[in-house]
């Protein structure tokens, strides 16, 4: 499986734009860049996700390299609810639905007011 | 975004009990539902994968016998812990794929005490 990586930690100011990095150097050219966060005591959130194109949606901005080898999740002005653990994950379009989802440690966002 | 509903939230029982744990997909049909376990300050950790109708796949290290997992339905999925102990307290997490969309949603989660 390829595999992600992530910082451990990140700080944010309230109402200021954040950007969260993740590499995966060893993406397959089927591989989704998938962007999950998890809120304190609560289970996942669906994020965003792509492919090869910039993504947005009403949450945040996805922006891929163009080799496809790193990856960053925007928050355009972060609030306080904002603060949780950030996971980037590939998901192979082959598999389907089948596919297993390893989620790594994440990126602990924390939102300064 | 699609809902999975997970219950209880919460649950507390005595060592040697069986604990059953509720996953809905409510908007949606769920050919895959996962279900993951949490330690504090730790990663999420799949236990195992089930497609409807199927047995269900579980990771090396989980005891199937101990972690039964039905999934009998494409809005159903249920985990039942056998014989809780102590070391079995987490938090569990259901996740239902959507048919067709290669994005997974999750249950709110169900944390278990055995006491």
């Known amino acids: 499986d390829a595999k992600t990586t992530q910082p451990n930690s990140m700080e944010s100011n309230e109402e200021e734009p954040v950007h969260l990095p993740c590499n995966h150097s060893t993406i397959s050219g089927t591989d989704y860049i998938h962007w999950y966060r998890q809120l304190p005591s609560q289970g996942p959130e669906y994020v965003i996700h792509?492919?090869?194109s910039n993504v947005n949606n009403r949450m945040a901005s996805l922006a891929i390299a163009e080799d496809r080898k790193s990856s960053t999740l925007i928050l355009h002005r972060a609030t306080l609810r904002d603060a949780a653990v950030y996971y980037c994950?590939?998901?192979?379009?082959?598999?389907?639905?089948?596919?297993?989802?390893?989620f790594g440690t994440g990126t602990k966002l924390q939102v300064i007011p | 975004g699609a809902v999975v509903s997970q219950h209880p939230s919460w649950v507390i029982c005595k060592s040697g009990t069986s604990v059953k744990i509720e996953c809905r997909s409510l908007?949606?049909?769920?050919?895959?539902m996962f279900w993951y376990r949490q330690f504090p300050k730790q990663s999420l950790m799949l236990m195992a994968t089930s497609n409807e109708g199927s047995k269900a796949t579980y990771e090396q290290g989980v005891e199937k016998d101990k972690f039964l997992i039905n999934h009998a339905s494409l809005t159903l999925s249920t985990l039942t812990v056998t014989s809780a102990h102590p070391e079995d307290s987490s938090f569990y997490i259901c996740?239902?794929?959507?048919?067709?969309?290669?994005?997974?949603?999750f249950g709110a989660g169900t944390r278990l005490s055995v006491l």
């Open positions: 994950i590939l998901r192979d379009v082959r598999f389907g639905g089948y596919q297993k989802v390893t």
């Open positions: 792509g492919l090869t």
């Open positions: 996740s239902g794929k959507r048919t067709a969309k290669n994005i997974q949603y």
């Open positions: 908007d949606f049909q769920a050919t895959t």
